[in-house]
């Protein structure tokens, strides 16, 4: 398994370059099963490539509790403009929640790994979990939704929950 980038790595803070589905070297397929196992086995809703090391617009996530899908070239095409506020955590920075407003629902448009264009429109956790890993696409963090007071004070409880699990 290859594991996640630590918070402090620059490919978090990149826009990560477009799935080349001309690039005979790329295997988008094998990519798909790659990314899907890797969500997994780090037990997350979402996973971007970047998290484990891949500088590609690419990401996974659950859209349902059993049904997950990978996302070649993502974009949202609408939000709504009503939003939910909702504490919210990132695979990149282990147990740090932080209270993050995101909308409520999102139109989308991506591609399968056969380069097959989608749209869909995602409501509530997979709206919010398709926002979250779309920041990662434009090499933006959810750290970057709060203010200094907040990320201290979420860095505060965080510690103290790292320290409770050693």
């Known amino acids: 398994m290859i594991a996640l980038v630590p918070e402090t790595d620059p490919i978090l803070k990149i826009e990560p370059a477009s799935w080349d589905f001309s ?12 990314m899907k196992e890797h969500m997994m086995y780090h037990q997350g809703l979402g996973l971007a490539a970047t998290q484990i090391g891949f500088p590609f617009k690419v990401f996974t996530m659950f859209v349902t509790e059993k049904d997950a899908v990978v996302c070649f070239n993502p974009e949202i095409t609408k939000e709504s403009d009503e939003k939910i506020l909702m504490k919210e955590g990132c695979l990149s920075y282990p147990s740090l929640l932080l209270n ?19 749209t869909a429109n995602f409501v509530e956790l997979a709206a919010r979990i398709f926002h979250h890993e779309m920041d990662h696409m434009k090499g933006k963090t959810f750290l970057d939704y709060v203010s200094n007071i907040q990320l201290r004070q979420a860095r505060r ?4 929950k790292t320290r409770k699990v050693k």
């Open 100 to 118: 993050i407003r995101r909308p409520k629902e999102v139109q989308v448009r991506y591609q399968l790994f056969t380069g097959d264009t989608v």
């Open 23 to 34: 690039d005979s070297n790329m295997n988008a397929e094998k990519f798909y099963d790659l």
């Open 157 to 160: 409880k965080q510690k103290l």
